[in-house]
């Protein structure tokens, strides 16, 4: 005779014994193999939670950060800079690291009819010399009106767009404003493609599509 399935109305059994399981005691309500599977995966939960959170953290907290800056640095009178080229300016990138903490800034006025208006909050554009790829130092060339790096052949347009070459994303910039007829540069921020803000990246890090969710902000470097 064909076995019939069991009775679903009936009660499950308390007791591992009445069950049937193998090598049950009496008085046993869970076995031993049961209760050995549970806490492996109650451990395993907690070793991956214990990991994943903290990493979790780390990519996605910088994107609820203030990316107000909060230290400017003058770069000279309004009357040096123009529209039409960028002038080559030293500052402190690292506080208190001396000669280490130099880097070279662009520096030109913000263009109305020329630059996108994403940007249009800020009277200048301030261009980071770093290479989006490795961050090797690139150089402006006003002949050509062009970015360029001279490690791996990286080129970048007028707005720091790349327009050639390697590079994942355009030139990073620095926040701008005027203050008593002088411009100060702030904190560095980086760009995608469509030179959206964003809290600094690493050099070769997308910011496009779902890559600006996976790259965390190393505003140290």
Sequence with gaps: MPSQ????????????????APGAFE???????????????????VATAAFGLPALGFALG????????DRWQDMGPEGEFSVSTYVP???NLVADAGEAGKHTVYIRKFDPKRDSKRNADLPYVAISNRCAHLGCPVRYIQA?????????????EFEG????????????RF?????????????RFSLNSELRRFS??????????????????????
């Design 5 to 20: 399935p069991p009775d679903s109305s009936k009660p499950k059994p308390r007791y591992t014994l009445d069950e049937g």
């Design 27 to 45: 008085g046993e309500t869970v076995t031993r193999r049961k209760f050995m599977t549970g806490g492996a995966m109650a451990i395993g939960g």
């Design 62 to 69: 910088p994107q609820f950060e203030d990316g107000t800056p």
């Design 89 to 91: 300016k030293v500052m």
């Design 144 to 156: 050509s009106k062009r970015f360029v790096c001279p490690c791996h052949g990286g080129v970048y």
């Design 161 to 172: 767009k790349v327009a050639g070459g390697p590079p994942v994303r355009p030139l990073d």
């Design 175 to 187: 926040y701008t404003r005027v203050r008593g007829g002088r411009v100060e540069v702030g904190e």
């Design 200 to 221: 600094v990246r690493d050099p070769s890090n997308h910011l496009d599509g779902p890559w600006q969710y996976l790259y965390p902000s190393r505003p140290s470097t």
